[in-house]
């Protein structure tokens, strides 16, 4: 068996900078804010953070539009704020790791402002131009957010591809000399300490010939996981490895049955954000998470990477609106289940701030009230084809990803102690009732919870690279038992609306084993209940 790696036993956990701490009160979080911070996380158990990009940035889509890979936002801070965050991480034996964003620039990178000048302009081919009309874009290609993928430049009779906003423009991954500059600007990172990144958008980085149509209904299949990406990831995997760096690939279209060449022994990377259990269910403003779905999914990457390959798991991210209130889940019972239905099983487990103290969606009432870049394109194509504004809120309102954007809220100060000046993002109206030092003081609370779950998924290699055995036969009751060298434990937690109870065939060696964890302080291990659950460790 292969040894263990340290982020086998570890948990992670996502910093969205501008919404985690503020700590000069312009409203906006910065780097400072999150040294301040660093004890909570030390507290809660966690072995490592992903900060989504400061670095500089026109801010269209809040930082994944780079205009210059090594300097830092001045809103978030400097270069040494980064270095003394690295040493003060590194003080509490916390891993860090940065956002990668190499599919695209914003449209004010310097390189693109040159690609732009002439068709002979050495930087032209760093991007993905074609010829073209104003009228007739090069194909039928759509953008991640509802637009064509092509922006047309008239004074070059030519599109360039950006298959996220039109501010940011594609990289050309063909041209040798982008690739090396690239190269040379991970390693000016990797050399200031960092320990790892998260790769934005990796699957995207090759694209099918133009002359490939969008098929309507795989839209995304000219630009995910496109042969020839091998080559791409090799040279990335040899800086990773020359580091020793830990790499999680937002790898959209590598299925779950090619995971493993990505993520094993001699994978690119260490492990894979799979998007495939984010899909919701239900009409337009009531969405919510499919959970037969969510399971199937989330058992299917479980089974293709048991012997091959690593899985990272999360619920929540700064994409996806809260997990509490897209389960449908009011009580801290339910919300301590969801948790326990994924932070054991086999992966590294991520939470994303706030999700510990279990934040629910905002409630927007205006489209003033929105930030994110494809919220409001998404807002303006309804408006067009004619529906009215209310009902246009509506629809963007539930799932849009601003609703894990507004600020943390640690405590019942003003502005939820996040900031003294004005939030960037309403803080949601919840947060005098809902905040982190409320539920601290409170042992049964979501975050005490999270903490107990925490110490649990460190403190025995069989939650590591233990195995994992999962009973399947039970429809929304995540079952399965992890084991060690020197314990077994059973894991159920219920989001079925029936009674979970032992499987039959492994009752004898659980009832009566200690409950090491409850959602509701419950000892009783033969009937669990609807939104319940536990850890029993075998007798
Ligand atoms: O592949 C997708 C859907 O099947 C896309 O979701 C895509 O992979 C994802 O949206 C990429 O998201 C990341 O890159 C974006 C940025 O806006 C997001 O915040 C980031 O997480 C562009 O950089
Ligand atoms: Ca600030």
Not at 341 to 352: A, K, M, N, Q, V
Not at 480 to 507: C, K, M, W
């Amino acid at each position: 068996m292969n040894s263990e790696k340290w982020w086998q036993n570890s948990v992670g956990y996502q910093i969205y900078p501008r919404s985690f701490q503020d700590s000069n009160g312009d409203g906006i979080g910065d780097i400072k804010g999150i040294i301040n911070r660093l004890d909570y996380l030390v507290e809660l158990g966690i072995d490592f953070i992903w900060i989504n990009p400061i670095y500089q940035s026109p801010n269209v889509d809040n930082g994944y539009d780079i205009s210059d890979y090594e300097a830092i936002q001045p809103e978030y801070g400097t270069l040494a704020d980064v270095q003394d965050l690295i040493t003060a991480c590194h003080q509490r034996h916390i891993k860090v790791l940065f956002d990668l964003v190499v599919n695209h620039t914003s449209d004010q990178h310097p390189w693109f402002v040159e690609a732009l000048k002439g068709k002979d302009n050495p930087y032209h081919d760093y991007y993905l131009f074609a010829d073209s009309t104003e009228e007739a874009p090069p194909n039928n290609w759509e953008s991640f957010f509802g637009t064509s993928a092509w922006e047309y430049v008239p004074h070059l009779k030519q599109s360039y591809l950006h298959i996220f906003a039109k501010q940011q423009p594609d990289l050309n991954w063909k041209n040798a000399k982008m690739r090396t500059e690239i190269y040379e600007m991970i390693r000016f990172w990797l050399n200031l300490g960092l320990d790892g990144f998260r790769l934005d958008a990796i699957s995207h980085i090759q694209k099918k010939n133009w002359a490939v149509p969008m098929d309507k209904d795989d839209k995304w299949r000219n630009f995910m996981n496109v042969p020839g990406i091998e080559q791409y990831m090799s040279e990335l995997k040899e800086i990773f490895d020359e580091y020793h760096i830990l790499t999680v690939g937002e790898a959209s279209g590598v299925s779950s049955k090619k995971a493993p060449e990505w993520t094993g022994e001699k994978g690119y990377i260490n492990m894979i954000f799979e998007l495939e259990h984010n899909l919701k269910t239900g009409s337009k403003g009531h969405e919510v998470i499919d959970i037969p779905r969510y399971q199937d999914v989330i058992y299917r990457w479980q089974r293709d990477q048991l012997t091959h390959g690593w899985n990272a798991l999360y619920i929540e991210n700064h994409d996806n609106p809260r997990a509490a209130t897209i389960f449908n889940t009011t009580s801290p019972s339910a919300i301590k289940t969801l948790a326990l239905s994924y932070l054991l099983l086999r992966g590294t487990p991520f939470i994303y701030q706030g999700q510990e103290i279990g934040m629910t969606n905002f409630p927007f009432a205006a489209i003033e009230q929105f930030d994110a870049v494809d919220a409001k394109l998404q807002y303006h194509e309804a408006l067009k084809a004619g529906i009215n504004s209310k009902q246009a809120l509506n629809r963007i309102g539930r799932l849009s990803r601003d609703n894990s954007r507004t600020p943390m809220q640690w405590d019942n100060t003003k502005n939820a102690g996040f900031s003294i000046g004005d939030p960037w993002l309403p803080i949601n109206p919840n947060w005098s009732h809902l905040n982190i030092a409320q539920e601290k003081a409170n042992p049964d609370s979501v975050l005490s919870f999270y903490k107990k779950l925490i110490q649990l998924k460190k403190s025995d290699p069989a939650f590591g690279i233990g195995q994992i055995n999962i009973f399947t036969a039970y429809p929304g009751q995540f079952i399965f038992e992890r084991t060690g060298p020197h314990n077994s434990y059973l894991v159920i937690a219920n989001l079925s609306d029936r009674n979970a109870s032992i499987p039959p065939q492994i009752s004898t060696n659980y009832e009566g084993g200690a409950v090491l964890l409850s959602t509701d302080q419950n000892t009783i291990t033969t009937t669990i209940r609807p939104g319940t659950g536990l850890v029993i460790q075998k007798g």
